[in-house]
């Protein structure tokens, strides 16, 4: 076991606020503009949540995703100007999630497009989460504008136009296999199946422009393969093997499900092999890591990406991050047990917290310790120790105070929108029930 006891170095240095300063800069990949793809393929970025795709077809337009409800779609429609002509022939879904499905009426106006989409989507569940403890949320909706600084895939998650999904409209067609080669007015293309965030994502690959608009199997960010919002692991050997056909390719020009395209079959054929190359890296290390009967704790500690890999573009962590990818990964291959028996029925929180309390002399001098812990730097170990107390003292306001000072300086130097978002918002609402409690 590499578990040390002792101290260990704090996370960050206390005056060290990088991590939130790089997040903030990869917010430009959100602002809002129309990008010219290819000949006659535009991206509207940044107006939504995700990203729409325009591709101009013979007396009409097709159309790839459709942002996430109506009021988006406008911006959008308005934005594309006299690019987009009517009748829209075919609206095609790259896969089920809200922020991508939810404003196709308004690209359809009066026309009766095609729907297309995988077969899967129609059985798909809306990614939306199971894990809002504790007020936590991973998008950060309820942020206060000057504690907001994105939402990982997109500036702003339904904080100004919620994910109403009513301008849904349901598929149309539908293909069950790996892929589908059709014409749409003119324009060849191929739906590939390309399981990733989403199992049902459909890669639409425009072969006589070399365009690939990838939906959500590659962003710029290091993916969120074991997101902290209360999901399953997204299927990690199937991402790679998407990734391995996207590259087969030979794109010259990505639309990713969000974030600014890309353009150069040099740029595209790096983007789309360091990705496959960093999360099959991060998949090999922890299947190995498994077989030699390493714990996740272990794993998170030895498993990073080679230096090449560290230092690209597309593998930073604002989304998803290597360390969740490592302990999802291991509950997907081999449960959620670390192979030390201590932990087969380990006790529970409180009669640990009693425990623990007691050997520190009682729940004040605990206090002691967290606030000096808080006031070192090491917010982590201080939220730790305010947890053990109130595991005891529910009601303990002081307690609640020191984890709510924890949070925050641990949520503002992330780098990871989304553990930002969820210390943040999980302070927040601890505050605010503090404070409820104190006026009752
Ligand atoms: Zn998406």
Same mark, same amino acid.
């Given at each position: 076991?590499?578990?040390?006891?002792?101290?260990?170095?704090?996370?960050?240095?206390?005056?060290?606020?990088?991590?939130?300063?790089? *997040?903030?800069?990869? @917010?430009?990949?959100?602002?809002?503009?129309?990008?010219?793809? @290819?000949?006659?393929?535009?991206?509207?970025?940044?107006?939504?949540?995700?990203?729409?795709?325009?591709?101009?077809?013979?007396?009409?337009?097709?159309?790839?995703?459709?942002?996430?409800?109506?009021?988006?779609?406008?911006?959008?429609?308005?934005?594309?100007?006299?690019?987009?002509?009517?009748?829209?022939?075919?609206?095609?879904?790259?896969?089920?999630?809200?922020?991508?499905?939810?404003?196709?009426?308004?690209?359809?106006?009066?026309?009766?497009? +095609?729907?297309?989409?995988?077969?899967?989507?129609?059985?798909?569940?809306?990614?939306?989460?199971?894990?809002?403890?504790?007020?936590?949320?991973?998008?950060?909706?309820?942020?206060?504008?000057? /504690?907001?600084?994105?939402?990982?895939?997109?500036?702003?998650? %339904?904080?100004?136009?919620?994910?109403? +999904?009513? #301008?849904?409209?349901?598929?149309?067609?539908?293909?069950?296999?790996?892929?589908?080669?059709?014409?749409?007015?003119?324009?060849?293309? !191929?739906?590939?199946?390309?399981?990733? $965030?989403?199992? $049902?994502?459909?890669?639409?690959?425009?072969?006589?422009?070399?365009?690939?608009?990838?939906?959500?199997?590659?962003?710029?960010?290091?993916?969120?393969?074991?997101?902290?919002? #209360?999901?399953?692991?997204?299927?990690?050997?199937?991402?790679?093997?998407?990734?391995?056909?996207?590259?087969?390719?030979?794109?010259?020009?990505?639309?990713?499900?969000?974030?600014?395209?890309?353009?150069?079959?040099?740029?595209?054929?790096?983007?789309?092999?360091?990705?496959?190359?960093?999360?099959?890296?991060?998949?090999?290390?922890?299947?190995?890591?498994?077989?030699? #009967?390493?714990?996740?704790? $272990?794993?998170?500690?030895?498993?990073?990406?080679?230096?090449?890999? +560290? !230092?690209?573009?597309? *593998?930073?962590?604002?989304?998803?991050?290597?360390?969740?990818?490592?302990?999802?990964?291991?509950?997907?291959?081999?449960?959620?047990?670390? %192979?030390?028996?201590?932990?087969?029925?380990?006790?529970?929180?409180?009669?640990?917290?009693?425990?623990?309390?007691?050997?520190?002399?009682?729940?004040?001098?605990?206090?002691?310790?967290? !606030?000096? @812990?808080?006031?070192?730097?090491?917010?982590?170990?201080?939220?730790?120790?305010?947890?053990?107390?109130?595991?005891?003292?529910?009601?303990?306001?002081?307690?609640?105070?020191?984890?709510? +000072?924890?949070?925050?300086?641990?949520?503002?130097?992330?780098?990871?929108?989304?553990?930002?978002?969820?210390?943040?918002?999980?302070? /927040?609402?601890?505050?605010?029930?503090? /404070?409820?409690?104190?006026?009752?």
């Amino acid at each position: 076991m590499a578990t040390t006891l002792g101290m260990t170095a704090p996370a960050f240095a206390a005056d060290d606020f990088s991590g939130r300063d790089r *997040l903030r800069a990869h @917010s430009q990949e959100f602002r809002k503009r129309v990008e010219k793809v @290819s000949e006659g393929v535009y991206a509207a970025i940044g107006y939504s949540a995700s990203n729409v795709t325009l591709i101009q077809a013979e007396g009409g337009s097709i159309i790839v995703d459709t942002s996430a409800n109506p009021v988006d779609a406008k911006a959008i429609v308005e934005a594309f100007g006299d690019r987009m002509t009517h009748p829209v022939h075919a609206i095609i879904y790259t896969h089920n999630h809200p922020d991508h499905t939810g404003g196709a009426t308004v690209f359809a106006g009066g026309d009766k497009p +095609r729907i297309y989409s995988h077969k899967l989507l129609v059985t798909a569940k809306p990614d939306i989460g199971r894990g809002r403890r504790d007020g936590g949320d991973a998008f950060g909706i309820a942020l206060p504008d000057d /504690q907001f600084v994105n939402a990982g895939t997109q500036l702003e998650y %339904g904080r100004v136009t919620p994910h109403t +999904r009513e #301008g849904f409209l349901p598929p149309t067609q539908t293909f069950d296999g790996e892929e589908e080669s059709l014409t749409i007015a003119g324009v060849p293309m !191929q739906l590939i199946l390309t399981p990733s $965030e989403a199992d $049902e994502n459909v890669s639409v690959w425009l072969p006589d422009r070399k365009v690939l608009i990838a939906g959500d199997v590659f962003l710029k960010t290091f993916p969120n393969i074991a997101p902290l919002r #209360g999901l399953p692991t997204r299927p990690v050997e199937k991402w790679i093997a998407s990734l391995d056909k996207l590259i087969a390719l030979n794109a010259d020009f990505i639309v990713p499900g969000h974030m600014g395209t890309i353009s150069g079959a040099d740029e595209a054929k790096d983007a789309l092999t360091s990705y496959r190359d960093g999360i099959k890296f991060v998949y090999d290390k922890t299947m190995e890591g498994i077989s030699k #009967g390493k714990t996740p704790d $272990e794993l998170v500690q030895e498993i990073n990406l080679p230096a090449e890999l +560290r !230092q690209h573009p597309y *593998l930073q962590e604002y989304y998803g991050t290597v360390a969740w990818a490592v302990r999802g990964i291991y509950s997907q291959n081999a449960g959620w047990f670390d %192979g030390n028996p201590t932990h087969i029925f380990p006790l529970t929180d409180k009669e640990r917290a009693a425990k623990l309390v007691a050997m520190a002399g009682g729940p004040a001098k605990m206090m002691e310790h967290a !606030q000096a @812990s808080l006031s070192d730097g090491e917010f982590q170990w201080a939220a730790e120790q305010a947890d053990y107390v109130i595991a005891l003292e529910p009601q303990n306001g002081a307690a609640m105070m020191i984890k709510i +000072r924890a949070l925050r300086e641990l949520g503002g130097r992330q780098m990871n929108a989304t553990a930002r978002n969820y210390y943040l918002t999980v302070a /927040q609402s601890l505050e605010n029930g503090a /404070q409820d409690s104190r006026s009752k």
